[in-house]
């Protein structure tokens, strides 16, 4: 009985331990968006993360007739990618992120985790050479 007992308790450990992996490790997606750096922010009670969200452009409408502006909510776990983004606000920002099925409270309040910043660009300047006329 002690083998039989010892045997659904390895089994109910395993399961357990995938799903954990699954819910909370595994990555689900990854890609890259781009935006205006909206605002970034360190915050937390007890585990302090770094926050921010990135306002894409264009509108998008999650019921027919309405408009909502297109905001991509993210957390950072690096902080020299914290750094960067620290200095950002108010940029255009190219994101490279991993999606995760859930979310750690260490890791941040999103499941959208931001691994790396591939571009900064200033936001309101335009380049006058691509102008198709004379200035």
Do not use: C
Not at 12 to 28: A, M, R
Not at 89 to 98: D, N, Q, T
């Amino acid at each position: 009985m002690k083998k039989i007992a010892w045997i659904i308790g390895l089994i109910l450990i395993v399961v357990l331990t995938g799903l954990f992996w699954y819910k909370y490790l595994f990555v689900f997606g990854e890609g890259v968006k781009a935006g205006s750096l909206n605002y970034f922010v360190k915050k937390g009670v007890i585990f302090k993360t770094y926050e921010g969200r990135v306002v894409q452009e264009g509108f998008q409408s999650p019921t027919a007739g309405g408009l909502q502006s297109n905001e991509f909510r993210f957390s950072v776990v690096d902080a020299s990618v914290a750094e960067e983004l620290e200095r950002s606000s108010g940029k255009h920002v190219e994101l490279r992120y991993k999606e995760y099925n859930g979310i750690l409270p260490w890791r941040g309040t999103s499941k959208f985790v931001v691994t790396e910043v591939l571009t900064i660009k200033d936001g309101g300047k335009t380049d006058s050479s691509a102008l198709p006329y004379d200035q």
